[in-house]
C-alpha cells in the first residue's frame, strides 16, 4: 500500500518538526498556513499560502493531501470540519472544537472526576462580586489565549476596576494555585487501548512562557500515576488519534490539577526527538497516517531549553558537545518572546 500524503495546518516549528518526522518515514507533506514566511514549508515537500477561511486554497489543499492533521488548535472549527467532509482530519474536528474553548475544555474533563483548578464564566464586570472566593484569581480569555497572552492577575475588585476589559469576548475566572512544581504528559493514541505514553516531563515557565522541559520529572509515586492515568484516561474518552498534550499543576500540598489539554504535538515534548527511540513528533505522524506502532524506548535522561527572542543569536555561533542538539526554527525574524529555537542536552 503507498503512503498518504499528510496536510499540515499550521506552519510554526510545531509543523516544521511534523514535517521532518514524516519524511523520515517516507511521507510526503503539504504544509498549509496563512503566513507566507512560515518556517515550516522549508521542511515540507509542498507549500501552500493562504488564510484559514480561503475557500479555494482549501480546496487545493484537500486535493493534495489525503490524510489532514493540524499543529496549533486556534483553527476555525468550520475549516475543520468542512475539510473532514472530504478527507480525514485527525485528530477529529469535535474534539478540537471542546479543546479551543476553555470552559468547554474544563467542563470535559471535570465530568471526568480529573481535578482541574477552580473557574466560573463572566459575563460582565459586576459578577467578580460574587466570586471572590476565586480570587487571587486569573482572568483568561475562552478562546485563542496561549503563552498568558490574555490573561490578567486580579488580586482584588480593584485591580479590576483598572483594567478595560471587554467582557463580551468570553472570560473565565480561574483561581491562582500556589504552584509547586509544573509537569506535562505526551501521549500517542493509535486506536482502542492503543497507545505510547511518554513519562512525566517537568516543566518550568518564565513571565508564563515555557523555558525548561526536564525528564525525569521530580515527583513522587502518587503523581506519576495520577498524571499517566488521567492522560490515558482523557485521550481514552475523547477516542483521540494523534499526539496529545496534558499540562498539570502540583500546588504545595501535592495536589494534582489538569490546567489544560493540547490537542497536538507540544513544546515540553521536543526532549523525546533525541531522549527516546520514537518522538512524539513520528509518533503522531505514525497514528494519524495509519503506520505501525512502535513501543517506546527511552535512550536518555534530558533537558531542554527554550531560545526565545535574541539569545537564538548566540546559539548560532556556538559549538556544541556530543550530547548537545541544537534546533534552530529558521524563523525570518527575531522578535521579544518569540520562540525561535532550542537546545536538547541529553544528561546521565
Ligand atoms: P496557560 O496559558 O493557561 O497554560 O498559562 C500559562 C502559565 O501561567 C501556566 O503554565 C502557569 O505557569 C501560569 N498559570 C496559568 N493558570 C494558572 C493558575 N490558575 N494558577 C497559577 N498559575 C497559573
Not at 251 to 263: F, G, S
Request: proline residues 3%.
Amino acid at each position: 500500500m503507498s503512503k498518504p500524503t499528510l496536510g499540515i495546518i499550521g506552519g510554526g516549528q510545531l509543523g516544521s518538526m511534523l514535517a521532518t518526522a514524516a519524511k523520515k518515514l517516507g511521507i510526503r507533506t503539504v504544509v498549509f498556513c496563512d503566513d507566507i514566511d512560515s518556517p515550516a514549508q522549508k521542511f515540507s515537500d509542498n507549500f501552500i499560502h493562504g488564510t484559514y477561511s480561503d475557500k479555494e486554497k482549501i480546496n487545493e489543499f484537500i486535493s493534495k493531501t489525503d490524510v489532514i492533521t493540524y499543529e496549533f488548535e486556534n483553527i476555525p472549527y468550520e475549516t475543520l470540519n468542512e475539510i473532514n467532509k472530504t478527507k480525514p482530519v485527525l485528530p477529529k474536528p469535535s474534539i478540537n472544537r471542546i479543546i479551543q474553548h476553555r470552559l468547554a475544555e474544563k467542563d470535559f474533563i471535570n465530568k471526568l472526576n480529573i481535578r482541574t483548578t477552580q473557574y466560573v464564566l463572566i459575563t460582565n464586570k459586576s459578577e467578580i462580586d460574587s466570586v471572590q472566593n476565586l480570587l487571587p484569581g486569573l482572568l483568561k480569555t475562552t478562546t485563542l489565549g496561549y503563552d498568558g497572552k490574555g490573561q490578567h492577575l486580579i488580586d482584588s475588585i480593584k485591580d479590576l476596576n483598572e483594567l478595560d476589559i471587554d467582557f463580551s469576548k468570553g472570560y473565565i475566572l480561574e483561581k491562582l494555585v500556589k504552584i509547586k512544581k509544573e509537569i506535562s504528559i505526551i501521549i500517542t493514541r493509535f486506536s482502542d487501548k492503543k497507545y505510547e505514553i511518554y513519562e512525566p516531563i517537568e516543566n518550568v515557565h518564565e513571565d508564563q512562557i515555557l523555558k525548561y522541559s526536564t525528564i525525569p520529572a521530580k515527583i513522587n509515586s502518587k503523581i506519576l500515576e495520577q498524571s499517566k492515568s488521567w492522560a490515558i484516561h482523557l485521550a481514552e474518552e475523547l477516542k483521540y488519534v494523534g499526539t496529545l498534550c496534558v499540562e498539570f499543576f502540583i500546588d504545595k500540598n501535592e495536589n494534582l490539577y489538569v490546567n489544560e489539554v493540547a490537542p497536538r504535538v507540544h513544546n515540553s515534548g521536543h526532549l523525546t526527538i533525541n531522549a527516546y527511540n520514537i518522538s512524539q513528533f513520528e509518533n503522531h505522524v505514525r497514528a494519524v497516517c495509519g503506520l505501525e506502532q512502535i513501543p517506546l524506548k527511552k535512550i536518555s535522561n534530558a533537558k531542554m531549553v527554550n531560545l526565545i527572542g535574541d539569545q537564538i543569536i548566540v546559539y548560532r555561533n556556538k559549538q556544541f558537545e556530543k550530547n548537545e542538539f541544537f534546533f534552530d526554527y529558521l524563523k525570518k525574524d527575531i522578535k521579544n518572546k518569540r520562540k525561535m529555537g532550542h537546545l536538547t542536552t541529553l544528561i546521565n
